[in-house]
């Protein structure tokens, strides 16, 4: 009798280990359909800034459910080898290829968040050099000194007609 309880926990912690991992997996792929739609929104809309940002908080989210997978799987091998599973079993195998492809997409996830950080720098630094050069254009040529242009061509337009009309009278006297 003490055996069947002793096999009926394994059975029950097994099944609990594979719906945290199946729950574990799945926020990894519900967090991945959330990328994608930002990256469809960023496209419609534009907004290069809410994209980096919102990539960037995912992506972390993504990583923090992504080594949650990583560690059940590690887990779930040394948990393997403590009950005596040879470690050249077909189960144990499937695990850790599953722990090396966890792995694998984490690092994948690290690279893409290193990516959109240096984008936002690179965006960042564009940004202030598109500023300074606005300020540089708007030192060179300010609205009042436009106004004052015009007001000169205003003036020299209106002393030449009055030269012209001088001139056309004295024609006509």
Known sequence: MPSDIGVKMGVTGLAQFKQSMNQAQQSVKTLDAALKLNEKQYKANGDAETYMQQKSKLLQQQIAAQ????????????????????????????????????????????????????????????????????????????????????GKITDGMEAAGHKIEAIARDVWD
């Open 67 to 150: 080594n949650t997978v990583v560690k059940q799987g590690q887990q779930a091998l040394a948990a393997m080898e403590k009950n005596g599973v040879n470690p050249a079993s077909q189960a144990y195998q499937k695990m850790q290829q599953q722990v090396l492809n966890a792995q694998t997409a984490l690092l994948g996830m690290h690279d893409q968040l290193n990516t959109v950080g240096e984008s936002a720098q690179e965006t960042a630094q564009k940004t202030d050099q598109l500023a300074d050069n606005l300020n540089g254009i708007n030192k060179k040529v300010s609205f009042d000194a436009v106004l004052g242009g015009i």
